[in-house]
């Protein structure tokens, strides 16, 4: 819960613009990494300080300046005055519980993602904030934590092959997201797993840990959709083509995203109904085991209590009584509680109780 | 579960238009169909190689070209140059867990379906997507398996009866996807059968079995939804007539299978209203036998236990309890224990519990 | 269930437009009746061959003609070409599980509706397919059996009384729509004593036979919604005034029967929760009584299991039990009975058991 | 029930625009008002027939026409001549069943409202069809009963304070609305209490009759919001400023009984979801019950069934029972029980049941 | 409850804009403060009396009122005159009822919000309204009680730094807006926190009082909604832009504040979905508590009444009975009841109830 909403309530009151970083400090001294590409050439650098990014806010190529790690409030602040970002944007960047959205500041766009990530251990999900300024020749991206989720982009810049090197900064800023999206994928594959673990299990034998696993499962879900939702209207925003700084030839990618997008949330959507009927068919196989418990109590207390009632009758002391002075009343006795034993286990039959 | 959502994840991070086969391999070797007619002449053929539909791109009919089997993925490719098709679509054509959806790309439309298919053995629902490339003059259909699923209009074709020959490659876009929805109809009436009996056979005996199979069934509707619910949108927007590649007369053609599509929608929403329903009353009924097992056993305890208790009492060895040495002590207990009994079944009568 | 989808799917692949009655027989010969009428003549006339109805045609007034019984598909073949109707129309007449909808194809509109009748033996809704096709100066109308349904209408145009005679075929059909509609209240007020009959019996005594009830109430109220819902659409369009066949002064008219299919729907919502909100009566009354089931069962054990072990005790054969001796030790015991007895209905009477 | 839809069917197949009651005869006579004033003079009259209505319809000022009891249809079908209404407003005034709506007929509008009365001794909500027909410059009002809802309105005209006198027939209309919707703060409030009061007990001692009440409420909302949703619409059109009759300076004030009905809604919807959270609240204690019922059940026979067991055991006659001859053997068998005894209470201490 | 809706029907049939105060007094004396600032000078004043105010007018900067406790009617009215503002805002300033709204009067804007705070003592959430007037140069807020929620927004305004002295009023306004919506984050951590303890009560050992918890949270949130879902549509619709009277520089803030309220709606839905699958959870975990309470009792009875029995049938007092005199009769019952009870063992074992 507490990832949710913490430290919020900390800022209310302050000037907007106000640059405070909420969330843990995931990375230890933040990394920054510049790449500058063209088609032609292509150049790639860890720098020390935020100073020696500035270098390159007028190459003539796509400038890529990534930073991990979001603590060091200040350089934010150079950053933002360098490059003319508003403050209400470099607030955002800092405010790590944001919900994906994109704003559109006219000479740049801001993009908030959110980055899965499977804990194997405790098997829980993880979210991290992933934002993107996408300026005309240029994207920032910030994360939270030193990843290297975007290696893959990197190498294929590295490479050259590929569209990448030949299309623009909103090609990257489409690679950027689309490699989000699809490690979304692998959050789904891995939820599919213990869903489908959990299906046979409820058929096997559920027990009340079963209950445990749908129940987080379910709260899991509630905090996906949460992330994934609204990250359809972010990129269907982007694919429309009201924006000038997204580019004819990018939009049929970021359409691509966008059907992603919307197959995540479909299979979310699909994920959430099943649990809702897994839940069902625990409660109802734990009423049927109610059932029969109750079934094997009334049978027995059936059968023996006439049984002991009987034994009882004869068990009493009255100076006169008959039966106990015959000669076969102790054998008859035995027959009576036979035949008692026998019809009721017939009724029981009848009642398919057995 | 599999089928949802496996193997999206091995594509994380490759460049778009990466062609990559997701899903079973279902067909031995891709087998190409290629079908050329007008409203004069006509041509089929089975090819060998993919070279040899690229002679018929100029041809004035129409051409129809069905590809059954999609993991030779250098056939795609020749495809793709010859035909300029956009990486995206070739991608996709692969990506075999995609929802349905239509893409304009200014000189051809893609279209992606699911063709649903009913097993018999596990009675369960299988979905195969089949993928339409629409162009000027040309049709180009992929399915994943070999099927004869398009042979009723290769016959209407052969034939040359009917609309089929007269009209453009939009008819024979139409008339596939047709073949495909009314498919639907059949798979809603195999689950309309298994719902009408378990209809019967929650009334007359329900067994924690008819639970498994609602719940498989409440299952199979969630998916078949997923399939069927897009659908739509795509036809939908086939009709609607902002597409210069459907010609207006298709249009009236289209609007009627997008009135079974909207009818089939509307089953699925009716069964699973249904199967919502029918959960209710087996769980109502599973409560109403406990109530009926607790029944049981209270009516035998209640009579039983005052009786045992009398009996006890003069099972009780004390010297001095003058009942016992009565001469009418014992039938004057049982005169006792009957009237006791008696009133027992009276107030159980009043309580309706008997 | 059969009636929903049954022979849909001996359809597949046939060509559109092929004319395949589905539905059962129900008339024996097709029955076709003309009306023609004008503010100043009628004419009306039963007659026994399809190609008796052209001479209508072209007359200057108003032509009914209305079919009942679909089965004898060369009818249709005749007035279709005749008229100039489209396949799809003709196909769709005969398709009796459609959807209610409205289709405007230029020159006349088809609508489709869903007459509904409440069988009283069987306590079942059924629904039947009743097609309008309105022309400039002509009204079809196609029913599956042979009913007097329309015969109010019949009166009116015979007695020339109101409005009917004065205006055109577009208020003829609003005729016919409004009477369809109107027999919707009747089935509504069969609901609605059906409900006010069970909310009574829920109260006084619910049996399983309630739940069974309340269940067939829920199954005709999904039918019915199907039915009724896609209705406001139809009128919505009829009424708003963008079809040319519809003159000005007949859509006031159909305002009134949009506003009569709303309160149907309102009505089918509102039974639809107070049937949802009966069942969870009827649940909370099963557990209710299994409540007091289990107070029983547990007064009666807790007051006769300790009276029972202690007679027991004294049942016990021991050689020293100082007990059994003494001259007032019987009396004693069931003094402490007694008291223990008081003890726990007390304890009963202060938990509300009692 | 009855209330919702009795006598909707006998019109079926009635020309249009006939003119029957639907409904209770509430009013002995009808009871006909008429006002006319403008700023500077003001009249009041009761008038005996409606003829004497007539002399008003051209007066300068404001005309208000008040009629309390609709069952003598021969004074709608003069006014309705005298002041040119259309047949299907003088039958909807008739037909008291009507949802809330507004229709525009140019020269006039047609208002339908529902008056909402708490009626103390059952406890339940009535509604009561009030019609209005705002024209240029006049009002007619239609109430099915003799009530003085209006009474306040009339003393604001007399006293020729406020706006009221200064404005227009619209605002009028306005004041009569108000007061309506007004009357449906006081139901909430009524309902508000019931829930509180309702809430309450529930937490301290539920009952079934708590459950009826719950129940009744829950019906109640389901027929209060069928009365208020439309009116959303309705006064939603009023206010939007696209009819003529509506004058600017009044759109102000329609837009604050918008927001009041709003208001209503919502209400209505915060108390229907705080019903449902109080069934589950009730199902709940019902099940806590059970338990708790069960666990007392399960306390004593645990105690007590391993005691009778012992005591039976020594209540055996085999000849050769070594104990039975100890000298010690009676109390031993008293420590053995109390061991049991206290043995069993720790453990159920360990599982928290006592 | 009564907070929701009480009093508003005292003013029923009141002549619109009648000022009469709905709600609880919460000030003592109205508390009313000025502050009359611009870039280059500052002034802040407590005034006693309302026509001090009216001074402030015409200034040229910004003009702040503020204006603690409602209950003196006649202050409302005085500023209403002078001001020019319409009858209805006051009545609504008066209204303390209202949901948050915004209204265009043209030269002012009329926007009602509702703060909330979290009460410790009795964990709950209560909630005030707050009215604020925006003028072209003036903000006019009115709270219900006395509060210094509002200090930051003065401090900053007193201290000069940041934005808020070169901008307009709207900027103020914003401030003030930005504020109360900083604070539902408190209110958020709150809950979320609840929920978390919740969460892990639940896992451990739930009881009836976390039923209650978790219903009166559920009963919190139904509040909160209702107080923070319209929020959206009028900040929505400051921010939207079609308001003169906010400024294009104002509005990138309010597009900020916008953000903030979606993600305080988001966790609200989160929190409702969490806390319905708690009741499932709680639901499901009373069920299983049945479960095990009546395998404990079945074992019991069903191990000790086999027993029970066999010791009843060797007390009865028959004279023949062979086994009595057998040397060896009463170990064998012994060890024929060790065999019994082992073999129940067993068969608990076996069904898993051990």
């Known amino acids: 819960m507490s990832k949710l909403i913490k430290g919020r309530s900390k800022k209310a009151g302050f000037s907007p613009g106000t640059l405070i970083h909420i969330g843990e400090k995931k990375a230890e001294t933040p990394k920054i990494t510049v790449m500058d590409y063209d088609e032609a050439h292509f150049q790639e650098k860890e720098v020390k300080t935020v100073e020696e990014c500035f270098a390159f806010k007028d190459t003539p190529g796509v400038t890529w300046i990534n ?51 499977y804990k194997d251990k405790s098997s829980q999900i993880e979210t991290e904030q992933v934002s993107l300024i996408l300026g005309p020749n240029f994207v920032f991206s910030f994360q ?28 990257l800023a489409y690679a950027l997201i689309d490699l989000i999206v699809d490690h979304y994928f692998m959050i789904m594959e891995k939820l599919g797993e213990t869903i489908e673990f959990l299906e046979e299990e409820l058929v096997t034998q559920p027990t009340s840990e079963t209950l445990q696993t749908i129940h987080q499962l ?11 939702w609204p990250l359809r209207e972010v ?37 959430r109904d099943m649990i809702s009927g897994m839940l069902d068919i625990y409660l109802s ?11 094997v109590l009334t049978i027995i207390a059936t059968i023996f209590m006439p049984l002991t009632f009987i034994a009882g009758i004869y068990g009493m002391n009255f100076k006169f009584m008959p039966e106990l002075e015959w000669r076969w009343g102790y054998p008859m006795v035995w027959v009576l509680m036979i035949v008692i034993s026998l019809f009721m286990l017939l009724y029981f039959k009848k009642k398919r109780w057995l």
């Open 235 to 271: 990129i269907g925003g982007l694919q429309r083509g009201e924006l000038t700084l997204i580019k004819e030839a990018s939009r049929i990618y970021l359409r691509d995203v966008y059907d992603h997008t919307i197959q995540v949330i479909d299979t979310i959507e699909t994920f």
């Open 67 to 117: 930073i991990d790690g979001l603590h060091q409030i200040e350089i934010l602040e150079k950053l933002g005055e360098c490059y003319g970002f508003h403050p209400l944007v470099l607030e955002d960047i800092l405010n790590t519980d944001q919900r994906p959205k994109m704003e559109d500041y006219g000479d740049y766009l801001y993009i908030v993602l959110r980055m899965l990530s």
């Open 144 to 171: 939270e934590g030193e990843r290297d989720v975007f290696d893959p982009v990197r190498e294929r810049i590295r490479s050259g092959k590929g569209r990448i090197r030949k299309m623009g900064a909103d090609y």
């Open 285 to 295: 196989s734990v009423s049927n085991r109610l059932n029969s418990v109750m079934k």
């Open 218 to 228: 379910k709260r899991e879900l509630i905090f996906l959709r949460k992330a994934v």
